[in-house]
């Protein structure tokens, strides 16, 4: 009875330690937890700040461009308005230009025609006076004949100054036309020049108005993935951490397990197997499976030290590292080279409650 009373109370405080361990577990995996919330609260906080410091840049940059193009604004508003000014004066040359050619263009047509007609009258001068000289002989209205030439020269004299006149006025005239033609053509000429730049720079305004749309929108897109990629690089980076904390505590724990100097030893051996470039170095036993937490305590307890064992291909490699290991005295380790090892056909008792702890690991075959 009083085995039974001893062995029940050492069940019971069995059963308080591993409702305490539990209750530890549950408290330090909570406060892992939380301290992965304030991590990743922390990174989103710099996120922000870096955000807020990027927004005031942009705020600012964003009112020295608005500026900017309001100086633009006004500026492209005055040199619009020079150019409608301009066009407007040259339009009212034009339609001055157009009245004073049509002035002028009946008076050159009633010159033309009074040039016709003199030209008829000289011809017909030119008649009677081939018709005087042809009665020269005869006695007419004049007394004389020197009273008679005298009058038809005076007559003819008259004439070809009328016609000179007339011609010269005429020509006077013609040049003034084709000055006339000559800078409406030319004033033509810039009112299409002029219209032709317009119409390019109002394209190219559009354009470029296009293109600034579709480079703030591409520019909105990437800011959203660089944000994005902050907040995914903030939480890596917090996982990053707990997980190097997890390493660090296991590693403390699995140093705990061994002596001193198979802790260094084991430390020495992949260094070697790093420095050689050893392929056939394997690592630690332990290393090489997996187990569940429900079979831990067992595999544990049934391989013991077997698990700081340092797998190898051959004994070729375990030597080479146990020469350097040797050389620099930094621990000890016990090889398992795989050349050297046989396996031994095994039986299993076959009960309900008993299975192979093999088949409880999982590894690379």
Do not use: C
Request: a negative charge.
């Amino acid at each position: 009875d009083g085995h039974k009373k001893e062995l029940d109370g050492s069940n019971q405080q069995q059963k308080d330690f591993q409702e305490k361990e539990g209750r530890l577990t549950a408290l330090e995996q909570e406060i892992k937890e939380e301290k992965q919330h304030i991590e990743l609260l922390l990174a989103e906080k710099r996120q922000l700040d870096h955000e807020l410091e990027s927004q005031v840049k942009a705020k600012a940059q964003t009112e020295l461009r608005i500026r900017d193009h309001e100086d633009n604004a006004g500026t492209t508003a005055e040199i619009k308005q020079r150019n409608q000014e301009e066009l407007k004066a040259i339009e009212d040359e034009i339609q001055s230009k157009e009245l004073e050619l049509a002035q002028v263009i009946p008076e050159f047509q009633a010159r033309e025609n009074e040039e016709r007609q003199l030209r008829e009258e000289l011809e017909q001068v030119d008649l009677q006076r081939q018709t005087l000289y042809s009665k020269q002989g005869r006695s007419g209205q004049f007394k004389s004949k020197a009273l008679r030439d005298d009058w038809i020269r005076r007559e003819m004299d008259e004439i070809q100054q009328s016609y000179n006149m007339q011609t010269s006025q005429a020509s006077v005239t013609e040049g003034a036309l084709q000055t006339l033609r000559s800078q409406l053509q030319q004033v033509s000429e810039k009112i299409g020049t002029m219209r032709e730049q317009e119409t390019s720079r109002k394209v190219e305004s559009e354009s470029l108005l296009e293109e600034m749309t579709l480079l703030k929108v591409e520019r909105d897109k990437l800011t959203d993935q660089r944000k994005e990629l902050w907040r995914e690089d903030a939480k890596l980076d917090s996982t990053l951490n707990n997980l190097r904390e997890e390493r660090h505590k296991a590693e403390r724990a699995l140093g705990a397990t061994m002596d001193k100097s198979t802790g260094a030893g084991l430390d020495a051996v992949r260094r070697i197997a790093k420095t050689l470039n050893l392929d056939g170095f394997y690592g630690p036993l332990y290393e090489l499976f997996n187990v569940t937490d429900e079979y831990d305590v067992a595999v544990n307890v049934t391989a013991g030290s077997s698990l700081f064992h340092v797998v190898v291909d051959t004994d070729q490699t375990a030597t080479r590292i146990l020469e350097a290991l040797n050389k620099e005295k930094a621990g000890r380790v016990t090889f398992m080279p795989l050349n050297r090892l046989n396996t031994k056909p095994s039986t299993y008792p076959e009960a309900e409650d008993a299975f192979p702890m093999i088949k409880k690991l999982t590894f690379d075959p």
